[in-house]
């Protein structure tokens, strides 16, 4: 399967699995548990999202170079924590109700505690993510990441450091999907560039942060 892209949403195949089910083949385990609320709830939550969260351009610094990205982030959590990626150090902001609101049905799905959480603003598809792992060492080994989409529905490829194996999932409006055990050792894991998709998608990784 080296190098051979593996589609697995959206055939009869993926169709006819019960969720939440796991999409990786080996190594660490992704849980996809398809929309946990209903539509006119996820909606809501997304319009919310839009409204009240200060979205602001990420910055990074890549081989030395100042980048500003095209998509927008915000960085929440139980206390102002520090989270540093790329080059550069960002400071949480105490959660909103309606970020808690969504932490509290994560943790219901997934039994874990999260004291964090990145979000991620997509305008439409000409903004993605290049392939990285959440590995840093503030996760902690084995780390566990709910991440919940909001908005349009977007491909999210997972890609094998050894075996360049590829396995994809669409993330549906209210989704959850969970990477857990040791998916950050063994994957990378990217949001794709498109022209399918014009409208605006919001993405919240909630996670444990080991200070
Ligand atoms: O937008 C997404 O679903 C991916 C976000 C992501 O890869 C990350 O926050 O590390």
Not at 68 to 90: H, L, N, Q
Request: glycine share 6%; charged share 25%; net charge neutral.
């Amino acid at each position: 399967m080296a190098d051979q892209a593996h589609f697995n949403l959206g055939d009869s195949h993926e169709e006819s699995l019960a969720y939440p089910h796991n999409v990786l083949t080996r190594d660490g385990e992704v849980i996809y548990h398809g929309a946990i609320f209903d539509q006119e709830k996820a909606n809501k939550i997304y319009a919310n999202l839009m409204n009240k969260i200060p979205w602001k351009h990420d910055e990074a610094f890549i081989y030395g170079k100042h980048i500003i990205t095209a998509r927008k982030v915000a960085w929440y959590g139980d206390e102002d924590y520090d989270y540093s990626y790329s080059g550069k150090t960002r400071t949480a902001m105490k959660w909103t109700p309606e970020l808690l609101k969504v932490k509290h049905a994560a943790e219901q799905k997934t039994g874990m505690i999260y004291n964090s959480c990145l979000l991620n603003l997509y305008a439409d598809g000409s903004q993605g993510m290049a392939w990285h792992s959440d590995d840093e060492k503030c996760l902690g080994n084995d780390t566990n990441i709910a991440s919940m989409s909001f908005g349009a529905e977007r491909r999210f490829d997972f890609r094998h450091k050894a075996s360049r194996e590829k396995i994809s999932v669409m993330l549906q409006n209210g989704s959850l999907l969970v990477m857990q055990g040791s998916t950050q050792t063994h994957w990378q894991h990217q949001i794709p560039k498109t022209t399918k998709v014009t409208t605006p998608r919001v993405n919240l990784t909630f996670r444990t942060m080991q200070f």
